[in-house]
């Protein structure tokens, strides 16, 4: 069971920043992928970052420039450093952990999921 707790979302004005955070109780696997994802309201859940097992990064095209994802491994802490918010990033973002080795982190299966952070970016 691995257990996902974000933070860092808020109100921002477009062109700003935020820096998400999501610490994992643990992680004992050595194969596995962390990613980001978000669900606009009324809109369906996509991937935003990720980033696996063998610090393979990947983006989605939509944030591809303006977003960093990194992680402390020391801390079991995935981090999302968002720039250039636009207002179309508004969303709940919610980190993801899935177990194993996947090809594409964005389009693992997800096992554990955290309760989900609001980021609202006003024009």
């Known amino acids: 069971q691995v257990h996902l707790v974000e933070s860092g979302g808020g109100s921002v004005q477009a062109g700003g920043s935020l820096r998400l955070s999501c610490t994992a109780s643990s992680n004992s696997y050595s194969m596995y992928c962390l990613g980001w994802f978000r669900q606009p309201p009324g809109k369906e859940r996509e991937g935003v970052a990720a980033i696996d097992g063998d610090a393979k990064i990947t983006y989605g095209n939509s944030v591809k420039g303006r977003f960093t994802i990194s992680l402390d491994n020391a801390n079991n802490t995935l981090y999302l450093q968002m720039d250039s918010l636009k207002p179309e990033d508004t969303a709940t973002y919610y980190c993801?952990?899935?177990?194993?080795?996947?090809?594409?982190?964005?389009?693992?299966?997800?096992?554990?999921w955290g309760q989900g952070t609001q980021v609202t970016v006003s024009s």
């Open positions: 993801a952990f899935a177990r194993g080795w996947w090809a594409g982190c964005l389009n693992a299966i997800y096992n554990y």
